[in-house]
Nanobody, 130 residues
Framework: QVQLVESGGGLMQAGGSLRLSCAASGRTFSTAAVGWFRQAPGKEREFVITQWRGRGGSFYIADYADSVKGRFTISRDNAKNTVYLQMSNLKPEGTAVYYC???????????????????WGQGTQVTVSS
């Protein structure tokens, strides 16, 4: 049974930085596509950032929502089976519950879509005050 557990959320002032973690158990993260999504109050869940293994398996590819490009990055520590979302220059509109999701890296998948992922964490709240 695969479990994803997010942590690191909290209350931050606009302009600040925060790092979220997504720890996996039950499978290795090194071969998985991992994405972050967020859901703001009263809104649908939206894509934030994702990372998947490229063909050949020796590198990772990342994709970013336009709203976070240049401010958010994704990284992973395969030894810890953990993926990180580093957020900087936080904005009040970034207030949301942040979810990580994972799936086997399948070539040709659209990793911006929720339906591409098999496993989801419970979410962690990020609140950005102005």
């Amino acid at each position: 049974q695969v479990q994803l557990v997010e942590s690191g959320g909290g209350l931050m002032q606009a302009g600040g930085s925060l790092r979220l973690s997504c720890a996996a158990s039950g499978r290795t993260f090194s071969t998985a596509a991992v994405g972050w999504f967020r859901q703001a109050p009263g809104k649908e869940r939206e894509f934030v950032i994702t990372q998947w293994r490229g063909r050949g398996g020796s590198f990772y590819i990342a994709d970013y929502a336009d709203s976070v490009k240049g401010r958010f990055t994704i990284s992973r520590d395969n030894a810890k089976n953990t993926v990180y979302l580093q957020m900087s220059n936080l904005k009040p509109e970034g207030t949301a519950v942040y979810y990580c999701a994972a799936a086997d890296s399948k070539y040709g998948s659209n990793w911006r879509l929720e339906s591409s992922y098999e496993y989801w964490g419970q979410g962690t709240q990020v609140t950005v005050s102005s």
